[in-house]
């Protein structure tokens, strides 16, 4: 089977599987990076840039499996 990413985001891939073509080997993989940046994009212009509330670069409320140390949400100001 051939499998075709045809769109994704920082954390998954939408895939299309489809039958074998002539002249494909196994493990063959067709990744359309054109689209793929171009839904990256989209999802980009739907983001808002650090930093956020309160100095955040990710929010605290925001459900984790593991959720580390708070300092570690705030952005350090270097200047």
Same mark, same amino acid.
């Given at each position: 089977?051939?499998?075709?990413?045809?769109?994704?985001?920082? %954390?998954?891939?939408?895939? +299309?599987?489809e039958k074998t073509h002539a002249g494909d080997s196994y493990g063959d993989? &067709?990744?359309?990076?054109?689209?793929?940046?171009?839904?990256?994009?989209? %999802?980009?212009?739907?983001? +808002?840039?650090?930093?956020?509330?309160?100095?955040?670069?990710?929010?605290?409320? &925001?459900?984790?499996?593991?959720?580390?140390?708070?300092?570690?949400?705030?952005?350090?100001?270097?200047?």
């Open positions: 089977m051939k499998y075709i990413a045809d769109k994704n985001n920082c %954390w998954h891939q939408k895939v +299309r599987i993989i &067709f990744v359309d990076t054109n689209k793929s940046f171009e839904v990256y994009k989209e %999802w980009l212009n739907m983001t +808002r840039p650090a930093p956020g509330p309160d100095n955040l670069r990710r929010p605290l409320w &925001f459900a984790r499996a593991l959720k580390p140390a708070a300092e570690t949400f705030y952005l350090k100001n270097e200047k």
